[in-house]
């Protein structure tokens, strides 16, 4: 017989698990799924065994649903079909918006280390002042969500406020030194993150939170590049 956390298992195994009959009809869903870009799969629990029935009652127990499709999104138990094609849409609509917001965070980034390139060195401390900035509310992410879980591990707490404080230290330093070093904290916060050391992050905003630190990286590291002609007068 299978252990007790295999259910558990399965439902975290992709952003969405969708248990269901052999004879369930999953379209909509699958389709919804599919133009959504997630990762998913589709577990089917016949009742022609006895396994697959002792399967079925632990997911009932884990539930408390007593029919199937049963649906969980991100390990969350969430409902049937319809009320996963309501979250999925909906988050969706969320997904949408965080993207065009952190993408265009990002043109200050540029802007600021075009400016040096075009002789307006003094856009390279805008540029220094902005990634500072940046840097620190990446790491107030995940202060806030470990206030949401219901027993956070301290470690998260003390490391939120790392990425703020090292914005500030670049802050202190001359621009040539403190472009690079806020370049090199925005990788390593990242791979902290892509260590699994943070707490749960969707996969879809772990992938943005990549996208986004590249673009931030190039934009220091070009604002940086600039400046190395003018070192005397920087």
């Known amino acids: 017989m299978s252990s007790g956390n295999d259910i558990q298992d399965l439902a975290k195994s992709a952003d969405v698990v969708v248990f269901h ?13 599919e133009d959504s870009g997630r990762e998913w799969r589709a577990i089917e629990m016949g009742m ?39 979250r999925i849409s909906l988050a969706d609509r969320h997904q949408t918006a965080a993207a065009w917001m952190g993408y265009l965070g990002l ?5 600021g280390a075009a400016g040096p390139w075009f002789g307006l060195d003094w856009l ?6 902005y990634g500072a900035v940046i840097l620190s509310f990446v790491g107030a992410i995940h202060w806030g969500v470990a206030m949401g879980r219901r027993n956070p591990a301290p470690e998260w707490f003390y490391a939120s406020v790392i990425p703020a404080l090292a914005g500030w230290i670049t802050l202190l330093l001359p621009w040539l ?39 931030a990286v190039l934009g220091l590291t070009a604002g940086w590049l600039a400046l ?3 070192t005397g007068t920087v």
């Open 21 to 33: 009959s052999p004879v369930t009809d999953l379209a909509g869903l699958d389709e919804l799924l």
């Open 124 to 129: 390279a401390g805008w540029l220094l002042a």
């Open 107 to 111: 043109l200050p980034f540029f802007a």
């Open 48 to 86: 022609g065994s006895a396994e697959s029935r002792d399967q079925f009652a632990r997911l009932k127990s884990l539930t408390g649903s007593k029919t199937l499709p049963q649906v969980f999104i991100n390990g969350h138990f969430v409902g049937g079909l319809r009320d996963a094609e309501a």
């Open 228 to 230: 190395l002609p003018f």
């Open 177 to 215: 030194v403190g472009l690079p070093l806020l370049a090199a904290a925005f990788i390593g916060w990242r791979f902290w993150e892509y260590r699994g050391s943070a707490p749960g992050l969707p996969r879809w905003f772990r992938r943005l939170r990549t996208a986004l630190t590249i673009g």
